[in-house]
């Protein structure tokens, strides 16, 4: 609501509140507002208040009639926005926990636990009480001639989505996911269909929970569905169930009963690619009762989300790592699938892990939470031997799948075609003339990594983070995939204008270039971040492998994110030494999550899978004990090293990150940072050494780690270290960070 708080008000009894904004400050703002007024100021409200040349959207944390500042400069308020708090009680208390969990400012950490556009000072949507959702309807159903129904078989798929409507008008979201935006829009043109707005009952979604048909459960799975559903209070889970266990079975019969009994579901998967069949499966099992939440969705789609979640108007949200945010009226249950996956963890800005911030919420609320993995992180596995967590396994595949063989493949002498080996090429054909799909991993987009002039040495690299330049010969460029900037491809050397260049590596674009003239016959396939842009791409790629239309897959990390390849036989992983000889002390787990994960893939249905790793190590024992013994016995190995070495999940880390154009600046501001660490004798600290990427976009990067037994010591330090760093002269003109419990340092 707008406040008349003129000059000609001033004489009006003041009261003032306090706001928490969205700036890199680590204190709230005191405005004024008419005293009258005290009652509907709540704390969790938003209001716009004047900052400097511009007026931000706070939230309240607190009214009083007096105040400690000068009272002639404070500002008055510009307007109360919400009748009602927007932020409950509970989410008032998460994002207090968060920002002392994650020493950051509280202002930020509300804004980014809000939608877009219910943060923006222009925004029409401010308002959030109402909540209309546009629905697909027949025109006018009873006057279609039979004229207009020959017309409409001419598009099938027109024609497909005018029956659907015939049935029943279907939510506009779901009729474009089902029959594609030019489908709908072409039945509109035509005049056969228009939208209609409808707003929702609160409450109302359990009617419409269709509860399909259960799978029979074997019988881990049915000690692990019956363990949870007899959880009457908060209770951790780690579900470790090995690639195609049937850990999402698992997942469809416990929130079963928590839905049954009015209260919601948040699920977390890692990535958008994982979503769409996910979703498909949650829809099969319980209806239109599910709404989705990831980066690709509109403004105006996530504040519908965001607004179905806190008016209590859908069951079920399936989102990535933000969802954990949303404001859920009945909270009844929260699930983390994938938990081990790395996308869970925010790398820039508030730095938080989805994972972590899920399990605050389930003790808050005194919720069930389950992390699944096949893979589960050591931070999870320590909990669960720990006793912290409830442990429940699942150690054979559903139904009558196997688990792939593994085996090691020595490279040494072996002349590489595309960076796949002789033997390997053999492989791949007698697979694909059995009918069934192969799959190739390497963790490099682009035709290759580098452009090497044979002539002079010289690397075409990127001026602005001295770093190679990777060739694309789809787009006919080179790019720097630490800034994002390109070049056009070129044929002689900048240096010593030789035209005797050539490429050196291997990525996917070349492995799927060679192989798709090698084996002509079959469809080869890349997926990656380059192959998969577009909102919709990346999902009609998996339909169709999953259709089989595509019989060769090359791909990165996306291809090991938990997807069902049911005649993927034969799983072939490039460039393993990569990750033996990081300076990451976290790289033989990821090296291990990475293999098994991928390893998954293969094999899921009655056909056995074969899974080779590519090594000039062959005899490394972080390759040996993986393959030979599997992830489980190589985690819990992996856990008595980090004990040995007092390293997390047994210490407790934080990272102060620093960039800046000038290293002299960064090491000075450093230096700064390490004698204030050294004040404290309980914290042990190594730094600054370079980043991982060590130069972007014209800044170096630095990093100084500090290291702790105790959590809430190491906490209570880095906090006063902030705030000393904060004053110092050099912090303004510092890009600079604190990262709680880095997962890299890269």
């Known amino acids: 609501m707008s406040l008349s708080h003129s000059k000609t008000s001033k004489q009006a009894t003041l009261a003032y509140v306090q706001v928490a904004l969205p700036v890199p400050l680590h204190r709230m703002f005191a405005y004024s507002f008419d005293a009258k007024d005290i009652q509907i100021f709540q704390k969790g409200c938003r209001v716009v208040v004047p900052f400097g040349k511009k007026n931000l959207v706070g939230i309240i944390t607190g009214t009083a009639h007096t105040t400690d500042y000068e009272v002639a400069k404070i500002k008055s308020v510009v307007e109360?926005?919400?009748?009602?708090?927007?932020?409950?009680?509970?989410?008032?208390?998460?994002?207090?926990?968060?920002?002392?969990?994650?020493?950051?400012?509280?202002?930020e950490v509300y804004a980014g636990m809000l939608p877009v556009l219910l943060r923006k000072v222009s925004s029409e949507t401010l308002k959030t009480t109402s909540v209309e959702l546009p629905l697909l309807a027949l025109l006018h159903a009873n006057k279609v001639t039979k004229e207009d129904v020959i017309k409409l078989h001419k598009s099938k798929r027109q024609y497909g989505l005018f029956q659907a409507l015939q049935a029943q008008p279907l939510l506009l979201k779901q009729a474009k996911s089902d029959f594609s935006p030019a489908i709908v829009k072409g039945l509109i043109d035509k005049a056969y269909a228009h939208i209609e707005q409808?707003?929702?009952?609160?409450?109302?979604?359990?009617?419409?929970?269709?509860?399909?048909?259960?799978?029979?459960?074997?019988?881990?799975?049915?000690?692990?569905?019956?363990?949870?559903?007899?959880?009457?209070?908060?209770?951790?889970?780690?579900?470790?169930?090995?690639?195609?266990?049937?850990?999402?079975?698992?997942?469809?019969?416990?929130?079963?009963?928590?839905?049954?009994?009015?209260?919601?579901?948040?699920?977390?998967?890692?990535?958008?690619?994982?979503?769409?069949?996910?979703?498909?499966?949650?829809?099969?099992?319980?209806?239109?009762?599910?709404?989705?939440?990831?980066?690709?969705?509109?403004?105006?789609?996530?504040?519908?989300?965001?607004?179905?979640?806190?008016?209590?108007?859908?069951?079920?949200?399936?989102?990535?790592?933000?969802?954990?945010?949303?404001?859920?009226?009945?909270?009844?249950?929260?699930?983390?699938?994938?938990?081990?996956?790395?996308?869970?963890?925010?790398?820039?800005?508030?730095?938080?892990?989805?994972?972590?911030?899920?399990?605050?919420?389930?003790?808050?609320?005194?919720?069930?939470?389950?992390?699944?993995?096949?893979?589960?992180?050591?931070?999870?596995?320590?909990?669960?031997?720990?006793?912290?967590?409830?442990?429940?396994?699942?150690?054979?595949?559903?139904?009558?799948?196997?688990?792939?063989?593994?085996?090691?493949?020595?490279?040494?002498?072996?002349?590489?075609?595309?960076?796949i080996a002789p033997s390997m090429l053999v492989r791949i054909e007698q697979q694909l003339k059995q009918g069934n799909q192969v799959l190739v991993y390497v963790n490099r987009r682009g035709y290759a990594p580098a452009l090497i002039c044979k002539q002079c040495g010289h690397v075409e690299s990127c001026i602005d983070c001295d770093n190679p330049f990777t060739v694309h010969l789809s787009t006919h460029n080179l790019q720097c995939h630490r800034c994002g900037q390109y070049q056009d491809y070129i044929h002689k050397c900048r240096k010593c204008h030789s035209g005797n260049i050539t490429t050196q590596g291997t990525g996917t674009e070349q492995i799927q270039d060679m192989l798709a003239k090698r084996f002509a016959d079959f469809s080869c396939v890349r997926i990656d971040s380059d192959s998969t842009r577009g909102k919709r791409k990346l999902n009609e790629l998996l339909t169709a492998i999953g259709e089989n239309k595509h019989q060769l897959l090359v791909g990165t990390q996306i291809l090991s994110k938990g997807h069902h390849f049911p005649n993927v036989t034969l799983a072939i992983i490039l460039n393993v030494d990569s990750f033996l000889f990081s300076s990451d002390f976290r790289a033989p787990e990821k090296l291990a999550q990475l293999v098994t994960q991928f390893s998954g893939r293969a094999g899921r249905a009655n056909k056995p899978g074969e899974v080779w790793l590519?090594?000039?190590?062959?005899?490394?024992?972080?390759?040996?004990?993986?393959?030979?013994?599997?992830?489980?016995?190589?985690?819990?190995?992996?856990?008595?090293?980090?004990?040995?070495?007092?390293?997390?999940?047994?210490?407790w880390q934080v990272a102060l990150r620093v960039e800046h154009s000038d290293r002299a600046l960064i090491m000075s501001f450093m230096q700064y940072a390490n004698q204030l660490l050294a004040q404290f004798s309980q914290l042990t600290f190594v730094g600054p050494f370079p980043a991982g990427v060590e130069k972007k976009q014209t800044r170096f990067r630095f990093i100084t780690v500090a290291q702790g037994s105790s959590h809430k010591y190491v906490n209570k330090a880095m906090t006063q270290v902030k705030q000393a760093l904060s004053q110092h002269k050099l912090a303004p003109k510092m890009r600079w960070s604190i990262d709680v419990m880095p997962t890299d340092f890269s």
Do not use: C
């Open 80 to 107: 109360l926005i919400d009748n009602e708090p927007i932020f409950s009680p509970s989410m008032i208390t998460l994002a207090k926990w968060i920002a002392d969990f994650y020493i950051y400012p509280l202002g």
């Open 198 to 419: 409808t707003v929702p009952e609160q409450g109302l979604w359990p009617t419409h929970i269709v509860l399909g048909e259960k799978k029979r459960a074997n019988p881990e799975q049915a000690i692990a569905i019956a363990s949870i559903n007899q959880a009457s209070e908060f209770t951790a889970f780690l579900l470790e169930g090995v690639t195609g266990s049937g850990k999402t079975e698992v997942y469809l019969q416990v929130i079963e009963e928590v839905l049954l009994q009015g209260n919601q579901v948040l699920i977390l998967v890692p990535e958008i690619g994982l979503t769409p069949q996910t979703v498909r499966r949650f829809q099969q099992r319980f209806g239109d009762i599910v709404a989705v939440w990831h980066s690709a969705l509109t403004d105006h789609e996530r504040l519908l989300v965001w607004q179905q979640a806190k008016y209590n108007q859908i069951g079920i949200i399936i989102g990535t790592r933000s969802a954990v945010f949303l404001p859920l009226a009945k909270p009844g249950m929260i699930i983390v699938d994938e938990e081990h996956d790395e996308s869970f963890k925010q790398q820039d800005t508030l730095r938080y892990h989805a994972r972590d911030v899920a399990a605050y919420r389930a003790m808050q609320a005194n919720i069930s939470l389950v992390l699944g993995s096949a893979t589960p992180s050591l931070e999870s596995l320590h909990n669960a031997l720990s006793h912290k967590f409830r442990h429940l396994t699942l150690k054979q595949r559903a139904g009558s799948a196997s688990l792939p063989t593994q085996h090691l493949l020595d490279l040494t002498g072996v002349p590489l075609e595309a960076g």
């Open 614 to 651: 590519q090594s000039y190590q062959v005899g490394h024992p972080l390759l040996q004990d993986l393959v030979n013994n599997g992830y489980e016995q190589f985690s819990r190995l992996l856990l008595q090293e980090r004990n040995s070495a007092n390293l997390p999940p047994l210490a």
